[in-house]
């Protein structure tokens, strides 16, 4: 099946740096990628959408220059979350759209746990 | 706007027993409905869907029906088994494919005793 990897799996950073979590897809191309955000107890809240070579979709209430996405292969979207403050920890989840191969399916990363200090 | 809830967890089961997990959702048009299942330390996987009214989702012995007069899609199992514990999000799509944005529940997380 399709595989969807995310890289780290958790970091630690101090209040004002940046950090850059990478989704790849592993055994298919993706146009389209999708970044979420989870909440304790909550749901997964869109965050963006990323399209390869274009411009990522910010969701209403969702700073874009606070979280940088890049997609810039068929395989890799990149969130960089800038000058990172503690309000910003959270469970990051992407995911990728596979192809007709894969029925056109949202395949989803194993998650970023990021600890703002 | 579109929205999902979900019976509040956590869910606690012997093995064997028969699970019911509550979903309701509000939204316009004609949406599609999933139910994704997150095992520990592993990304969300699709665990089965229904894209209009009346149709039946089903897999792993995992059953869940789309009634549009309820606005309803409650995932059921017959007899759970400990490697059914995990954490379940219903989930709807506005325009239908699940390639398109993904309106989430909250998650339930279910734990079976041996």
């Known amino acids: 099946g399709a595989v969807v990897s995310q890289h780290p799996s958790w970091v630690i950073c101090k209040s004002g740096t940046s950090v850059k979590i990478e989704c790849r897809s592993l055994d298919f191309q993706a146009t389209t990628m999708f970044w979420y955000r989870q909440f304790p107890k909550q749901s997964l809240m869109l965050m963006a959408t990323s399209n390869e070579g274009s411009k990522a979709t910010y969701e209403q209430g969702v700073e874009k220059d606070k979280f940088l996405i890049n997609h810039a292969s068929l395989t890799l979207s990149t969130l960089t979350v800038t000058s990172a403050h503690p309000e910003d920890s959270s469970f990051y989840i992407c995911s990728a759209v596979g192809g007709r191969r894969y029925g056109e399916t949202q395949y989803f990363g194993p998650g970023t746990r990021l600890l703002v200090l | ?114």
């Open chain 2, 1 to 114: 706007g579109d929205s999902v809830t979900q019976m509040e967890g956590p869910v606690t089961l012997s093995e064997e027993a028969f699970l019911t997990i509550n979903c309701t959702y509000t939204a316009t048009g004609y949406p599609s409905l999933f139910w994704y299942v997150q095992y520990p330390g592993e990304g969300l996987q699709l665990l089965l869907k229904a894209t209009k009214a009346d149709d039946k989702g089903s897999n792993k012995g995992f059953e869940a029906t789309y009634r549009k007069e309820t606005t309803s899609f409650h995932l059921e199992k017959g007899s759970v088994q400990v490697s059914d514990s995990a954490v379940y999000f219903c989930a709807l799509t506005p325009y239908g494919s699940s390639a398109s944005k993904i309106i989430f529940g909250s998650g339930t997380r279910l734990s079976i005793r041996p």
